[in-house]
C-alpha cells in the first residue's frame, strides 16, 4: 500500500476552497538521538498518531524493517535523503512511501549532533484542469518567446511573447516557415539549425541579429532549438525558444568602448592629440559626428573663471570626427575660435553644467539659422536628428564641451548613451586637464614631491609593499603627507606614515624634516614608543624655530604612525601620536581596525605614548593611511573605516589593484585634503630560514658555535660565506661572554642576506676603537665592519643584540 492510496481515505475531510492544504503532506523532525520532536496533521493523516502519542518515542519504531546499517552510516555524511521507506501505520499495517529527508544544523552552533526533517506527500483530489489543458496554457502564457514547429519546419504553435514580438497571431502564423515569417537572411541560419537538431536529436543554439518588423532597431537573440520526441524516441517537431539579448548586447558594447576608451584617450600629454582621440573613439559606435571645444584659456595653461562662462560663450575648436570622409559636416575649422550663442546646444550644456540630449526638429534647425546659417545648412543636408552635448570637466573645472551627434543611426540618444558619453569624456578631460598642467607643475609639484617622497621603495623581504600619494591641490601639488618603508636590523621593517598639518611649501619642508629625523632614528633601532616620544620633541623645536622666524606664534603640528614588522616571529610593533588607526586584513578575510593607543599628536611635549604588539599571519594586510583617505565633506570618519573594511575585504589581484580600488571607492571625487596610503603584505621566514643556538657562557664554547654555524651554512648551500661568518661569530660571541651576560643567544638568518645575530642580558653596547700596535685586541669589530654590508646594536627588553649583515653572493 502506498502513502497516496492511504491518504485518499482523508480526502474528505480536507477543506475545499483553500488550494494550498497544509496537511497534504506529513512532516515530522527527529532529534540526534533518534526521538520525534515533531508531528504534524499530514503525519497524523498518513500514519494515525496523534501528535500525543508520538512525540518523545523512537523514530525506528515507525520502520516496519530496520534500514541497512551502511545506510545508517551514510546518512552522517549526507545534507539530504531521498528514497522510498516501508512503514508501520497505528492500525499495524504496512505501507510504502515516497520519503525525503533534510539535516538541519542547530541555531546555536553547537556540537550537540544535527536534526532531520522529514517530509512524505499525501495525494490530493485531481485538478479541475486536466494536465493537458494546464501545460498547454503554461506554453501559451509562458515568458519566454516560444514557437513550435513540425518536421516540416511549418508552424504549429506560437505563444504570447512570441505573437507580441514578430507583431502577428499565431493564426496567421501557422503553417508558415521561419523564413517565411521573418524575411531576413538570419532566418536561413534558423532553419539550418532546426533541420540539424530533426536528424541528430540534439539541441542546437544560434546567435542572431535580426531587424524585426515594428522594431526600431535592431535586435539581438539567443536561440535554442530543442527536437521534442514522443513516448518512443521519434522526433515529431521542433521547439524555439528565443532571448532577447538585445540590451545585454548594447551594455557589452559600451563596455568594450569604454576599455577602448581607456587604451586610447590620453596615450600623450598633447592636448589636442587628446582630444582628437576622444572624438576618434566615439565613431561610429557612439555617434556619427563628434567635435571636442575648449575654453580659449586652457590651452595657455590657466584656470578658466570660476561659473559658467559669460554668453555669447567662446570655444576654440580642437578636434573633430565623423562617419563620412573628410568630416564635410564640420563648419568651424580646428583652431578656430567661434562665438556660440546662449540658444546653442553647446553653451547651455556649459551654462548648466550637465549633459543635454536634444532631438533635432525643423524649429530648432530654423532657430539655428538665424544667427549660424552655415550650422543650420549642415543640419538639413545630413539629416542630424539626435544631437548629446557632454561637459569636459576635470578636477572641479570646466575646460570646454564634446558634442555627439547622429545623422546615420536612426535610433536617437538615450540615458544609457549619455552615461557613456559621460564616461568617455571624462576620461578625455583628465587626460586633457593633465597635459595643459604638466608643463606649469613639473618644476614645482612633481619635483618638489619626487625629492620629499621615496624616490623607490628600498629592497626588502619581510613585506610586500604598495603606494599611493594624491595631492589636495593640484596648483601647488604637493602637501604635509608622507610614507616611508626603512628596511631594520634582523629582517625587519619599518612602516611611515605621516601627516603635517597645512598644504604647501612650509608644510612640505617640514615633511622632509620629519622623514628625515624618522629614518635616522629608526636606524638607531629605537622602539615605536621611543621613536615618536623624540620626533615629538623635534616638532617642539621645530615650532619654536617658526615662532623666532617669523616673529609670532609658528606652530607646527603632526600625527604620525610608526610600525615595525618581524618576518621571523611574525609580530608587528605600532604606536601612534595622533594618527588614525590602520586597518588589518587577514588571510581569511576579515578586517578589523587594532587597539593601538591613539597617543597624543606631535608638538604638544609632556604625554607619554604606548605601543602594542600583534602577531600577525603570514599573507594579512596592513594598510597605513593620512586621515584624507577616510575624513571627507559629507562623510563621518566611521562610515569612512566602514567604506575602507569594505574594499579590504575583497579578494584582489595585486596590492596596486587593491591601493586602486581603495581610492577609487573612498575618495571618487576630488580628494579635498592630502592622502597618503601604503598598504603591505607580510611575508614570513620560517625555521628553514632562521637557525638559533643558545651559547653557554664558557669561552670554550666559541669554537663549537662556530663549527655550528658552519654547518648551518652547508645546509643552505652558503659554503661561499662560510669564511667571514665564522670571523663574525667568534668576534660577536666572543665579546658577549667576556662582557655580556647570560643567557646568551646565536641566531643565523638567510634573507636576501645573512645575518649574523647575538644577544645577551647586557646593555653596555660596544664600539669600534683604533687599536695600539702591541694591543692584544681591539681589532675584532672592526675587521667585522670591514668584512660585511654593516653591523650595529640594538637594544631589547632583555638586554641588546649586536649585528652583522653580509652580502649573499648571487647566483
Same mark, same amino acid.
Given at each position: 500500500?502506498?502513502g497516496?492510496?492511504?491518504?485518499?481515505?482523508?480526502?474528505?475531510?480536507?477543506?475545499?476552497?483553500?488550494? %494550498?492544504?497544509?496537511?497534504? +503532506?506529513?512532516?515530522?523532525?527527529?532529534?540526534?538521538?533518534?526521538?520525534?520532536?515533531?508531528?504534524?496533521?499530514?503525519?497524523?493523516?498518513l500514519?494515525?498518531?496523534?501528535?500525543?502519542?508520538i512525540i518523545g518515542?523512537?523514530?525506528?519504531?515507525? =520502520?516496519?524493517?530496520?534500514?541497512?546499517a &551502511? +545506510?545508517?552510516?551514510?546518512?552522517e555524511a549526507?545534507?539530504?535523503?531521498n528514497?522510498?521507506?516501508?512503514?508501520?501505520?497505528?492500525?499495524?499495517?504496512?505501507l510504502?512511501?515516497?520519503?525525503?529527508?533534510?539535516?538541519?544544523e542547530p541555531?546555536?552552533?553547537?556540537?550537540?549532533?544535527s536534526h532531520?526533517?522529514?517530509?512524505?506527500p499525501?495525494?490530493?483530489?485531481?485538478?479541475p484542469?486536466?494536465?493537458?489543458?494546464?501545460?498547454?496554457r503554461?506554453?501559451t502564457?509562458s515568458?519566454?518567446?516560444?514557437?513550435?514547429?513540425?518536421?516540416g519546419?511549418?508552424?504549429?504553435?506560437?505563444?504570447?511573447?512570441?505573437?507580441?514580438?514578430?507583431?502577428?497571431s499565431?493564426?496567421?502564423?501557422?503553417?508558415?516557415?521561419?523564413?517565411?515569417?521573418?524575411?531576413?537572411p538570419?532566418?536561413?541560419?534558423t532553419e539550418?539549425?532546426?533541420?540539424?537538431?530533426?536528424?541528430t536529436?540534439?539541441?542546437?543554439?544560434?546567435?542572431?541579429?535580426?531587424?524585426?518588423?515594428?522594431?526600431?532597431?535592431e535586435s *539581438?537573440w539567443?536561440?535554442a532549438?530543442?527536437?521534442?520526441?514522443?513516448?518512443?524516441g521519434t522526433?515529431?517537431? %521542433?521547439?524555439l525558444?528565443a532571448?532577447d539579448?538585445?540590451?545585454?548586447? =548594447?551594455a557589452?558594447?559600451?563596455?568594450?568602448?569604454?576599455?577602448?576608451?581607456? %587604451?586610447?584617450?590620453?596615450?600623450?600629454?598633447?592636448?589636442?592629440?587628446?582630444?582628437?582621440?576622444l572624438? &576618434?573613439?566615439?565613431?561610429p559606435?557612439?555617434?556619427d559626428?563628434v567635435t571636442?571645444?575648449? =575654453?580659449?584659456?586652457?590651452e595657455?595653461?590657466?584656470d578658466p573663471?570660476?561659473?559658467s562662462?559669460?554668453?555669447?560663450?567662446?570655444?576654440r575648436?580642437?578636434?573633430?570626427q565623423?562617419?563620412?570622409?573628410g568630416?564635410?559636416?564640420?563648419?568651424?575649422r580646428?583652431?578656430?575660435?567661434?562665438?556660440y550663442?546662449d540658444?546653442?546646444?553647446?553653451?547651455r550644456?556649459?551654462?548648466?553644467?550637465?549633459?543635454?540630449?536634444?532631438?533635432v526638429?525643423a524649429?530648432a534647425?530654423?532657430q539655428?539659422?538665424?544667427?549660424?546659417?552655415?550650422?543650420?545648412?549642415?543640419m538639413?543636408?545630413?539629416g542630424?536628428?539626435?544631437?548629446?552635448a557632454?561637459?569636459?570637466?576635470?578636477?572641479?573645472?570646466t575646460?570646454?564641451?564634446a558634442?555627439f551627434?547622429?545623422?546615420?543611426?536612426?535610433?536617437? *540618444?538615450e540615458?544609457?548613451?549619455?552615461?557613456?558619453?559621460?564616461?568617455i569624456t571624462?576620461?578625455?578631460?583628465?587626460?586633457i586637464?593633465?597635459?595643459? /598642467?604638466y608643463?606649469?607643475?613639473?618644476?614645482?609639484?612633481?619635483?618638489?614631491?619626487?625629492?620629499?617622497l621615496?624616490q623607490?621603495?628600498?629592497?626588502q623581504a619581510?613585506?610586500?609593499?604598495?603606494? /599611493? $600619494?594624491l595631492?589636495?591641490?593640484?596648483?601647488?601639488g604637493?602637501?604635509?603627507?608622507?610614507?616611508?618603508?626603512? @628596511?631594520?636590523?634582523?629582517?625587519?621593517v619599518?612602516?611611515?606614515?605621516g601627516?603635517?598639518?597645512?598644504?604647501?611649501?612650509?608644510?612640505?619642508?617640514?615633511?622632509?624634516?620629519?622623514?628625515?629625523a624618522v629614518?635616522?632614528l629608526?636606524?638607531?633601532?629605537l622602539?615605536?614608543?621611543?621613536?615618536?616620544t623624540?620626533l615629538d620633541? !623635534?616638532?617642539?623645536?621645530?615650532?619654536?624655530?617658526?615662532?623666532s622666524?617669523?616673529?609670532?606664534?609658528?606652530?607646527?603640528?603632526a600625527t604620525?604612525? $610608526?610600525?615595525?614588522y618581524?618576518?621571523?616571529?611574525?609580530?608587528? +610593533?605600532?604606536a601612534?601620536?595622533?594618527?588614525?588607526?590602520?586597518a588589518?586584513?587577514?588571510?581569511d578575510?576579515?578586517?578589523? *581596525? @587594532?587597539?593601538?593607543p591613539a597617543?597624543?599628536?606631535l608638538?604638544?611635549?609632556?604625554?607619554?605614548?604606548?605601543?602594542?604588539?600583534?602577531?600577525?599571519?603570514?599573507?594579512?594586510? !596592513?594598510?597605513?593611511y593620512t586621515d584624507?583617505l577616510?575624513?571627507?565633506?559629507?562623510?563621518?570618519?566611521?562610515?569612512?573605516?566602514d567604506?575602507?573594511r569594505e574594499?579590504?575585504?575583497?579578494?584582489?589581484p595585486?596590492?596596486?589593484?587593491?591601493?586602486?580600488t581603495?581610492?577609487?571607492?573612498?575618495?571618487?571625487?576630488?580628494?579635498?585634503?592630502?592622502?597618503?596610503?601604503l598598504?603591505?603584505?607580510t611575508r614570513?621566514?620560517?625555521?628553514a630560514?632562521?637557525?638559533t643556538?643558545d651559547?653557554?657562557?664558557d669561552?670554550?664554547a666559541?669554537a663549537?658555535?662556530?663549527?655550528?654555524?658552519?654547518?648551518?651554512?652547508?645546509?643552505?648551500g652558503?659554503?661561499?660565506?662560510?669564511?667571514v661568518?665564522?670571523?663574525?661569530?667568534s668576534?660577536?660571541?666572543t665579546?658577549?661572554i667576556?662582557?655580556?651576560?647570560?643567557?646568551i643567544?646565536?641566531?643565523?638568518?638567510?634573507?636576501?642576506?645573512l645575518?649574523?645575530?647575538v644577544?645577551?642580558?647586557?646593555?653596555t653596547?660596544p664600539?669600534?676603537?683604533?687599536a695600539?700596535? *702591541?694591543d692584544e685586541?681591539?681589532?675584532g669589530?672592526?675587521?667585522?665592519a670591514?668584512?660585511?654590508q654593516?653591523?650595529?646594536?640594538r637594544q631589547?627588553?632583555?638586554?641588546?643584540?649586536?649585528?652583522?649583515?653580509?652580502?649573499l653572493?648571487?647566483?
Amino acid at each position: 500500500m502506498t502513502g497516496s492510496e492511504t491518504a485518499g481515505d482523508d480526502r474528505a475531510a480536507w477543506p475545499g476552497k483553500d488550494p %494550498v492544504v497544509e496537511a497534504a +503532506t506529513a512532516r515530522a523532525t527527529v532529534d540526534p538521538r533518534g526521538f520525534v520532536t515533531g508531528w504534524s496533521e499530514g503525519a497524523r493523516r498518513l500514519l494515525g498518531y496523534r501528535s500525543a502519542e508520538i512525540i518523545g518515542r523512537a523514530a525506528a519504531g515507525l =520502520l516496519a524493517v530496520e534500514p541497512p546499517a &551502511d +545506510t545508517l552510516r551514510s546518512l552522517e555524511a549526507l545534507p539530504r535523503w531521498n528514497g522510498t521507506a516501508t512503514l508501520l501505520h497505528r492500525d499495524g499495517h504496512r505501507l510504502t512511501v515516497n520519503l525525503l529527508a533534510h539535516r538541519q544544523e542547530p541555531d546555536t552552533g553547537g556540537s550537540g549532533g544535527s536534526h532531520w526533517l522529514l517530509v512524505s506527500p499525501l495525494a490530493r483530489p485531481p485538478s479541475p484542469l486536466q494536465d493537458d489543458a494546464l501545460v498547454m496554457r503554461a506554453f501559451t502564457q509562458s515568458p519566454g518567446t516560444t514557437a513550435l514547429y513540425d518536421t516540416g519546419l511549418r508552424l504549429r504553435r506560437a505563444n504570447a511573447d512570441m505573437e507580441r514580438v514578430i507583431g502577428l497571431s499565431e493564426e496567421a502564423m501557422r503553417g508558415l516557415r521561419v523564413s517565411e515569417i521573418v524575411v531576413d537572411p538570419q532566418s536561413d541560419r534558423t532553419e539550418e539549425c532546426m533541420r540539424r537538431a530533426l536528424q541528430t536529436g540534439e539541441k542546437q543554439h544560434v546567435q542572431l541579429a535580426l531587424h524585426l518588423t515594428g522594431h526600431e532597431r535592431e535586435s *539581438f537573440w539567443t536561440t535554442a532549438l530543442t527536437p521534442v520526441q514522443d513516448a518512443e524516441g521519434t522526433v515529431r517537431g %521542433v521547439l524555439l525558444s528565443a532571448q532577447d539579448m538585445t540590451e545585454e548586447h =548594447l551594455a557589452r558594447g559600451r563596455l568594450a568602448l569604454l576599455n577602448d576608451a581607456s %587604451v586610447r584617450i590620453g596615450s600623450t600629454l598633447d592636448l589636442a592629440r587628446t582630444a582628437q582621440e576622444l572624438a &576618434d573613439v566615439a565613431i561610429p559606435r557612439l555617434a556619427d559626428f563628434v567635435t571636442v571645444d575648449l =575654453l580659449p584659456a586652457i590651452e595657455g595653461g590657466d584656470d578658466p573663471r570660476a561659473g559658467s562662462p559669460p554668453g555669447p560663450v567662446l570655444l576654440r575648436r580642437v578636434a573633430y570626427q565623423s562617419v563620412l570622409e573628410g568630416c564635410p559636416e564640420a563648419v568651424v575649422r580646428r583652431g578656430t575660435v567661434a562665438a556660440y550663442p546662449d540658444e546653442s546646444t553647446a553653451a547651455r550644456c556649459l551654462i548648466a553644467g550637465r549633459p543635454l540630449i536634444e532631438n533635432v526638429t525643423a524649429p530648432a534647425i530654423a532657430q539655428v539659422a538665424v544667427q549660424t546659417p552655415d550650422r543650420a545648412e549642415r543640419m538639413r543636408r545630413y539629416g542630424f536628428h539626435s544631437v548629446l552635448a557632454v561637459p569636459m570637466r576635470a578636477r572641479g573645472i570646466t575646460l570646454g564641451v564634446a558634442t555627439f551627434s547622429r545623422h546615420r543611426r536612426p535610433e536617437p *540618444f538615450e540615458q544609457d548613451d549619455l552615461l557613456l558619453g559621460q564616461e568617455i569624456t571624462a576620461r578625455a578631460a583628465v587626460c586633457i586637464d593633465n597635459a595643459r /598642467r604638466y608643463t606649469r607643475e613639473r618644476r614645482t609639484s612633481l619635483t618638489l614631491q619626487r625629492s620629499l617622497l621615496p624616490q623607490r621603495l628600498p629592497p626588502q623581504a619581510a613585506v610586500d609593499v604598495a603606494t /599611493r $600619494y594624491l595631492p589636495a591641490n593640484a596648483q601647488a601639488g604637493v602637501g604635509g603627507d608622507w610614507y616611508d618603508v626603512i @628596511p631594520l636590523s634582523g629582517a625587519r621593517v619599518a612602516l611611515v606614515v605621516g601627516d603635517v598639518v597645512g598644504h604647501g611649501i612650509q608644510a612640505s619642508a617640514t615633511m622632509g624634516r620629519l622623514r628625515t629625523a624618522v629614518r635616522t632614528l629608526a636606524d638607531v633601532d629605537l622602539p615605536p614608543e621611543e621613536l615618536l616620544t623624540h620626533l615629538d620633541d !623635534l616638532v617642539i623645536h621645530l615650532s619654536a624655530e617658526a615662532d623666532s622666524a617669523a616673529g609670532s606664534t609658528g606652530e607646527i603640528g603632526a600625527t604620525c604612525l $610608526y610600525a615595525v614588522y618581524d618576518p621571523v616571529s611574525r609580530r608587528c +610593533t605600532l604606536a601612534r601620536a595622533g594618527h588614525p588607526v590602520p586597518a588589518l586584513a587577514t588571510p581569511d578575510g576579515a578586517v578589523e *581596525f @587594532p587597539d593601538v593607543p591613539a597617543g597624543p599628536p606631535l608638538g604638544l611635549g609632556g604625554l607619554p605614548f604606548e605601543a602594542t604588539e600583534i602577531e600577525l599571519p603570514e599573507g594579512s594586510l !596592513l594598510a597605513l593611511y593620512t586621515d584624507g583617505l577616510i575624513e571627507t565633506r559629507g562623510r563621518d570618519i566611521d562610515q569612512g573605516l566602514d567604506a575602507l573594511r569594505e574594499v579590504l575585504a575583497r579578494p584582489s589581484p595585486s596590492l596596486e589593484s587593491t591601493c586602486d580600488t581603495v581610492l577609487q571607492t573612498l575618495l571618487p571625487d576630488r580628494a579635498a585634503d592630502d592622502v597618503a596610503l601604503l598598504i603591505a603584505r607580510t611575508r614570513a621566514l620560517d625555521a628553514a630560514h632562521v637557525a638559533t643556538w643558545d651559547v653557554p657562557p664558557d669561552p670554550s664554547a666559541v669554537a663549537e658555535t662556530r663549527k655550528k654555524a658552519c654547518q648551518q651554512l652547508d645546509e643552505w648551500g652558503l659554503d661561499e660565506a662560510a669564511f667571514v661568518t665564522e670571523l663574525v661569530v667568534s668576534e660577536l660571541v666572543t665579546n658577549a661572554i667576556r662582557y655580556g651576560g647570560a643567557p646568551i643567544q646565536l641566531r643565523l638568518i638567510r634573507d636576501r642576506n645573512l645575518i649574523c645575530e647575538v644577544s645577551d642580558t647586557s646593555n653596555t653596547a660596544p664600539h669600534l676603537r683604533r687599536a695600539r700596535t *702591541f694591543d692584544e685586541g681591539g681589532r675584532g669589530l672592526l675587521l667585522v665592519a670591514q668584512l660585511t654590508q654593516g653591523w650595529g646594536t640594538r637594544q631589547t627588553y632583555r638586554g641588546k643584540t649586536i649585528w652583522a649583515e653580509q652580502t649573499l653572493p648571487t647566483t
